[in-house]
């Protein structure tokens, strides 16, 4: 929420009817991101994202024209770990479309830098944008530059001595994209200016935020999972091998390795995340409907609730059908949407509070 504390602040009524083009055009780049990651969970579930093996940012951009192109896209390939001890079946036509799928996740990269900078600078010649919004716009450029170095390097984890990319520094790679979808919207909404609405409860206020965290902790959870591939084992539910907890989570040593590089830990950890989240959500509706109930900003703790049941019921349906590819996909970008909402429930509270 700090992104979009000192652009609050400085938006009266008045200048947030200006400001609507730019929250718009912010909404828009929030969507982009949350392509991206749809994308990016598509190159992962595929095993594409080791495919390209250089990062060329400029020229990068330009894919295999000839087919003496995608001969010397094929042999880099061929010389990594991924291929000579998991993939070296593949023929030059079975390298095509894992290539695209990586090509297009980079591409879009690109494209978001230039969606969102271009319309800043038209912003700026239009002086839609105040020296005090300017910070807040600055660092989301900067957080979305950070994404491709951080992109290149878990991709170059996996380019020597493994078969994919380290689960530390996937989870990385999300949790910073994460960051950025939130901090998206919390400053497009910031520009709508102070929210005329009765100031909320202390329990609306720490169960938002404590709720934003606990769901930002299970996206990073998430990436583990799907780091390890964690998902593929242990595709029962409610017991997980045979037991409600399973022994085994504390075999390796010193015993926090077990949480980040045990895939029965992994998964176990993911699971008690979302009981946690279900139960607190719970709670946390049963006090604000005593304390206040559903009005004004609170009005998004129903809507949140809903994406959470949701997502339960898809993280289940997913691992008991040993995740068939669009169900997690879906289950990554519903993950997404629900820290989105949870981060707009701050961000009206915040506009209410600055009154």
């Known amino acids: 929420m700090s992104v979009s504390a000192a652009t609050i602040d400085s938006v009266t009524p008045s200048a947030a009817d200006r400001l609507r083009p730019v929250r718009v055009w912010l909404y828009l780049v929030a969507a982009l991101v949350l392509l991206m990651v749809a994308v990016g969970g598509m190159t992962r579930l595929t095993d594409s994202g080791l495919s390209i093996t250089s990062w060329q940012p400029i020229s990068g951009v330009i894919p295999p024209l000839s087919d003496a ?32 799928w990586e090509w297009t996740h980079r591409f879009l990269g690109r494209f978001i830098g230039l969606a969102f900078f271009v319309p ?74 102070p929210l005329r609405a009765a100031a909320p409860s202390r ?67 993911h699971r008690s995340i979302a009981y ?17 109930g559903f009005a004004h900003t609170a009005a998004w703790l129903p809507r949140i609730g809903v994406l959470i049941l949701c997502q339960l019921a898809l993280g289940i349906t997913t691992l ?12 990554q970008v519903l993950a997404f949407m629900l820290f989105g909402t949870a981060i707009a429930w701050l961000a009206d509270i915040w506009r209410t509070t600055v009154l």
């Open 203 to 269: 329990t609306e206020i720490v169960g938002a935020a404590s709720l934003a965290g606990l769901v930002y902790l299970q996206i990073i959870a998430g990436a583990f999972v799907a780091g390890l591939d964690a998902g593929f084992g242990y595709n029962t539910w409610p017991l997980m091998d045979g037991a409600l907890i399973p022994a085994g989570l504390g075999v390796m040593e010193p015993w926090w390795r077990n949480i980040f590089e045990n895939a029965l830990t992994v998964q176990f950890v």
């Open 120 to 193: 800043f600078l038209v912003f700026l010649f239009q002086r839609r944008l105040s020296w005090r919004l300017a910070p807040a716009l600055g660092l989301l450029f900067v957080m979305g530059g950070l994404q491709g170095f951080i992109g290149w390097w878990m991709v170059s984890s996996g380019l020597a001595d493994r078969v994919d990319v380290s689960q530390y520094r996937l989870a990385t790679h999300l949790g910073a994209a994460a960051l950025l979808f939130a901090s998206l919207v919390a400053v497009a909404r910031g520009l709508g200016g």
């Open 320 to 331: 008991l059908l040993v995740v068939p590819l669009p169900l997690a996909l879906g289950h």
């Open 276 to 292: 946690t989240i279900v139960v607190f959500a719970a709670v946390l509706f049963w006090f604000q409907g005593r304390a206040g």
């Open 69 to 100: 192109d995608w001969q010397a896209e094929f042999d880099a390939y061929r010389h990594i770990p991924q291929f000579t001890v998991q993939n070296s079946w593949m023929t030059l036509a079975d390298f095509k479309p894992i290539f695209w």
